[in-house]
Structures are given as C-alpha cells and as structure tokens.
C-alpha cells in the first residue's frame, strides 16, 4: 500500500573500531591493523560511517546512511539494502533498531519520520565505500546533516550500555583475538581506558570469552606468547542483566 504524506525513513549508525592518524579527525583510517599494539602515531576510535550530502538542503555536511522506506519492505530490510545499495556495506555483524525519531520539524520539507538503527562491523571488515562516504571518529564528528548527530549520540549509549550486560563486543571483534586486541575494541567502544586483566577475569566468569588453546606470535620485543580466544557465542545474549561492566583501570 503506498504511503502517504508522511514519509518513512530509516537510518543507521554503523560502528567499526578503527586506528586514526594522531592529531587528525578526519579520514577513512585502519581497521585490519588494529592486531597488534598501536603506533604511537595511531590512535584507536570508535569510527562512524557517513556520507557528504552534494546537495541542498544542507550541502557539505555529513550524513547517516538510509533513505525511504519501501512500499514492499520491512524496517530491517530496509535498513540493510540502504547500507548495501548506497555505502556497500554488507557484512553486519549486529543490526538492530534503536529509535524512532518523529519532530515534524527534524527536516525540511514533507514529514519525515525515521527509525534509527544502530549497525556493527567487525574489525577485519574492510567495505569498498564510495568517494563521499568516509569513516569518522565518534569523538570528533564533522558538521552533521538535521538531527543526525543526535541519532549517533543514541547509538554510542545504547552500545556502551550493552557492552556491560550482554556480550554484544563479538560484532566489533575478529573471529580469534589476544586480550590485549580486546582490550583496546572495548576502551574505544567505552570511551575510558580499561584494565586488560580484570576484562578478561569478568568476561570468562560471565562465559563470553574463551580460550582456544593457541598462542599468538610474540612481537618485536619478544615476550611470552599471549594467549588466543573467542567468543562463546556469534549472536547476541543477555549475561548478566543487572550487572554492570566496569573493568576501569586504577
């Protein structure tokens, strides 16, 4: 049935942790480098996808992937051919909706309602964008188009929250990992710094990480070998629903 007068869109935050040249804010950074320790010339970010819009309204600001909901689909559908028809990004880890956003003043033009989502991309995933479309760093975002920077902020909060209670980190992780990579996915998704060893105590206690007996290559400085693991699980699940994550370093 078509629709009427008020148009329904959607849209989506996706996330990917990712490296940045130190000092710069914008740029499509590094996700597969991300294995082992950091330059110091690197700094690691959880990363938003956006696209700069070449036409008014609002020409030269940045924008959320997502458009107009078809007559023949679904929001999750619709929220998926979006990504992979406009910014080629077809590896989600973790897709789901976070809100719905309604201000008849949010746009120019006809009403435009649209349902947020908030979308993961794991760490080894290396999408084809476009020319306009580009990582960004959560914590510096460019000018935003309307009310886009506000759909991020919601997404980074609803990240942040689920990170304490469910083991939602396996859609930003490789497959395999040493806890020092986790470690660094989880500070960035957080925004604080955590420590390694107590990461590591309440996540194999809650049975989301575990070891696969492998032992990673030691770096240049040599060492002892740090232990590999995985996710217990490939999709989402609630751990501990009334604890909260604060493995914060002293």
Not at 164 to 186: G, K, V
Request: hydrophobic content about 40%; charged content about 20%.
């Amino acid at each position: 049935m078509p629709h009427s007068s008020t148009i329904h869109e959607s849209l989506t935050a996706v996330f990917q942790v990712r490296r940045f040249p130190t000092g710069k804010t914008t740029g499509q950074g590094v996700a597969s480098g991300l294995m082992g320790p950091c330059p110091p010339d690197q700094r690691t970010e959880l990363a938003v996808l956006l696209w700069e819009r070449a036409l008014d309204p609002q020409k030269g600001t940045w924008s959320l992937p997502g458009g107009r909901l078809g007559d023949e689909e679904d929001l999750d559908a619709s929220a998926r051919r979006q990504l992979a028809e406009k910014v080629d990004v077809r590896e989600l880890t973790h897709l789901e909706q976070l809100s719905v956003f309604s201000d008849p003043a949010r746009v120019p033009g006809p009403r435009r309602i649209a349902s947020a989502y908030l979308g993961l991309v794991p760490l080894t995933a290396e999408p084809e964008l476009p020319d306009d479309t580009a990582w960004h760093p959560v914590s510096a975002l460019p000018a935003m188009s309307f009310d886009h920077g506000t759909v991020v902020d919601h997404a980074r909060t609803r990240l942040a929250a689920k990170l304490s209670y469910t083991n939602i980190a396996f859609a930003l992780a490789p497959s395999i990992f040493t806890m020092s990579t986790l470690r660094e996915i989880y500070c960035a998704a957080l925004g604080y710094d955590v420590d390694t060893t107590n990461l590591q105590r309440v996540l194999s206690r809650r049975k989301v990480i575990v070891p696969t007996g492998a032992t990673a290559a030691p770096g240049r400085a040599g060492g002892r070998p740090a232990a590999v693991y995985r996710f217990s699980d490939s999709g989402l699940r609630v751990t501990d629903e009334f604890a909260a994550l604060r493995p914060r370093a002293e």
